[in-house]
């Protein structure tokens, strides 16, 4: 087993690899989806909503991140693992971010931090990649900034000009990949040819370099039936999993069929 490191994840790109990532939150899952050998963790914010039933990303706290980060990396041998700046830490200049960041590698051990933002926080990222913290770049849809946008919108054409500044400065600023959330296919794609660094979309077609996908979504982990955003391919129904399982366990402890000679001393 080969754990990938930094120079691994930028050279699939040269190498016209994708990177595979998924996000995820706990220590089990980390060694599962390690074990299935997914390139890159992401434990993102997205914590607010999948796991702690929020509506918004905001207000995940910077101890929540780590509690969640230290269980993932704990789990891993082999995947890269990369951490989400909570809000509003991207947003608070450089000395913030730092301060926020380091505390996520040291506490943590992880091995990069992902950042929000575009051309107005590249000064941001480049304090990130000065201080030796790698850094996932976020562009297109970012939800931190839900507040101003009023909601999750695809990035179209009208959006290109700022999105192609955006990237460009945060591939400038030393990022060594970025995240593109909910762009037009067309968009992504210019974008991805664009940039020596790779992209990772989500929502974004299927031109990026690489992949992400939030845990519940794709595991279908959610108490919900369809509500899973149009990008996303489902490859477990974990929600009916749960539900069969729960009742069978009621029902057997209910008639007394559980537990059995063979669970008892
Ligand atoms: O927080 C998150 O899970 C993310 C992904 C949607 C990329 O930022």
Redesign the pocket.
Known sequence: MTKITLPKIKALKQEGRKIVAL?VYDYPSARLLDDAGIDLL?V???LGNVVQGKTT?LSVTLDEIIYHAEMVVRGVQQSFVVV?IPFPFCQLGAAEAVRAAARIIKETLADAV?FEGGENRASTIAALVDAGIPVLG?CGLRPQEIRQTGGYFVQRESAREQLLRDITAVEKAGAFAV?L?CLETALAKEATNLLKIPTIG?GAGPFCDGQ?L?FHDFLGYKPEQNRNPKYVRQYADLRLTIFAAARNYAEDVRQSIFPGKEHSF
């Open positions: 996000t992401l993102g914010d997205s990303t989400d992902k976020h995240v959330e989500i992400v939030v």
